[in-house]
């Protein structure tokens, strides 16, 4: 589907996903909201991907170049939006080294999308610093609400996790979330690590 008329104070959001149904389910969900441009495998998002893109919502099982491929090509760009996976495909341990910002499980409703799509928006006026500590919280609440905690901490990777959010949130007050309505959970997260 190509792009729709792009609005100049609208962001542009990228939807990806190989089941043109909910490619264009979601495209339909946020097309009175944002610009939004749709690809139907992980080779067209790539195209489609520019400096003019904001946030992505990225599916992870497509045929070809998988949702896990693009991410890779997309840290590789160093590309300055924002990646909410939404998938089908339950989070596990494996999506530790995953360079997403937010991970959604299908079935995703409309408020759902336009929820997390805003947080991303709001992230990214954030410096890298609080982005990163926001990603590395999201991550962590993705895979403690899915998973036996005490199995996490005895995860390698998941305890790197750890150790690079705690080190990072060091000197990190919190302030600039009080202006976000849209991270509660990162939030209650980041506060209960400082405190």
């Known amino acids: 589907m190509p792009p729709s008329d792009p609005v ?9 996903d190989d089941e043109r149904t909910i490619a264009d389910l979601y495209t339909e969900y946020i097309a009175e909201t944002y610009s939004v441009r749709t690809a139907y495998s992980g080779e067209e998002a790539l195209d489609l991907m520019d400096s003019t893109v904001d946030v992505v919502l990225l599916d992870r099982r497509m045929p070809g170049l998988s949702g896990d491929e693009v991410l890779e090509t997309i840290r590789d760009r160093e590309s300055g939006f924002r990646t909410i996976m939404v998938t089908a495909v339950s989070p596990d341990l494996d999506v530790i ?8 499980t299908k079935p995703v409703s409309n408020g759902t999308l336009h929820d997390a799509i805003e947080r991303m928006l709001t992230r990214s006026t954030y410096d890298a610093k609080i982005q990163r500590v926001m990603s590395l919280a999201s991550k962590m609440a993705t895979l403690e609400s899915k998973l036996d905690l005490c199995d996490l901490r005895a995860n390698d990777e998941y305890a790197a996790l750890e150790a690079e959010f705690t080190e990072m949130r060091t ?14 959970f990162t939030a209650e997260k980041i506060q209960t690590v400082i405190d």
């Open 8 to 16: 100049a104070d609208h962001p542009t959001v990228l939807v990806v």
């Open 97 to 104: 080294s995953l360079p997403f910002d937010e991970y959604l």
């Open 171 to 184: 000197g990190f007050d919190g302030e600039a979330l009080d202006d976000d309505p849209y991270s509660e």
